[in-house]
């Protein structure tokens, strides 16, 4: 379950299923109080000085601190060996074999789905951007099987949280996206409905297009749900899934959607001891 603590009397968002495991890893989502990424000028200072207090409260030195310059991709980092910007990625995974002190990264959200695993045996950490593009790369299984094949995680042993992103019921897309989503699960029933909801548009009727006349249909994935189901299906067994969402909760998280592109992002800050 997600709750909130306050660093410096501003509101993070946090997961229960990691709680056993501090101070060996620690982690964060933050919110509109307590934000570290925006391009917006009047409001960088504050941005800056809310990142050295997250930094300063986790003991975590720049010199340990990666960043990532995130794409849609599903590229994904593997202990990078210094704190220089890395581009093209959208994922890192990060452990501490060389006892370096406290190491930590952070990644950037206002829709897209932030993913974040912990291997508690082997001491890794993965922290995934799973927009709709990186779900359809299906970059959370991509992450379970890079894990194994460095670190010899095994895939029950990893813990998994999925924080706040857009809900369903807000994140209307075309066709195009179920069909690039779709066989990233295996056909279930139960949970297909669940990952994705249909509507129909004044056109005709959906019963009659589709899946053949597609451009008639609207679809409402859930990119919860949808990187849930590749983790189960990769043998992950906890799974905590944030009720909070983006466009729904706006007043504590930002939306890309609903505040017209804002530049402001909320971020998932992880660290290892």
């Known amino acids: 379950m997600f709750y909130f603590e306050k660093i410096n009397n501003k509101k993070i968002l946090k997961s229960s299923v990691f709680a056993e495991f501090e101070p060996n890893f620690t982690h964060l989502f933050t919110t509109k109080e307590s934000f570290i990424k925006t391009k917006e ?14 930094l300063d409260h986790l003991k975590i030195e720049k010199e340990h601190f990666f960043k990532i310059k995130q794409t849609h991709s599903t590229n994904i980092v593997i202990n990078p060996k210094n704190t220089d910007i890395i581009d093209n990625t959208d994922g890192i995974i ?3 074999a060389d006892n370096t002190g406290n190491i930590g990264t952070m990644l950037h959200f ?8 912990y291997d508690p045996k082997n001491h890794v950490a993965a922290g995934l951007h799973a927009g709709w593009r990186g779900t ?16 010899g995680s095994k895939p029950e042993n990893i813990i998994a949280a999925i924080g706040p992103c857009i809900g369903q019921e807000d994140f209307e897309a075309g066709m195009e996206v179920y069909e690039a989503l779709k066989n990233t699960i295996k056909p279930c029933a139960n949970e297909t409905e669940r990952c994705f909801k249909f509507k129909e548009t004044p056109k005709s009727s959906l019963s009659e297009v589709f899946p053949q006349n ?5 679809v409402f994935p ?19 899934i944030c009720h909070f969402k983006t466009y729904k909760d706006n007043d504590i998280l930002f939306s890309y959607r609903r505040e017209n592109k804002t530049t402001n992002r909320i971020s998932m800050v992880l660290k290892l001891g």
């Not at 000028?41 to 997250?54: D, G, M, R, V, Y």
């Not at 970059?139 to 094949?149: F, P, Q």
Request: with cysteine; net charge neutral.
């Open 110 to 117: 206002a829709d897209c789905t932030p993913v974040l695993l």
């Open 41 to 54: 000028p009047n409001l960088k200072n504050t941005a800056n000085s809310n990142l050295e207090q997250i």
């Open 214 to 218: 597609a451009k008639c249909a609207k």
């Open 222 to 240: 859930d990119l919860a749900k949808i990187n849930e189901r590749q983790l189960i299906e990769a043998g992950v067994k906890t799974i905590d």
């Open 136 to 151: 359809a790369g299906a970059i959370s299984r991509l992450g379970v099987k890079l894990m194994e094949e460095n670190f």
């Open 94 to 96: 990060i452990s501490n």
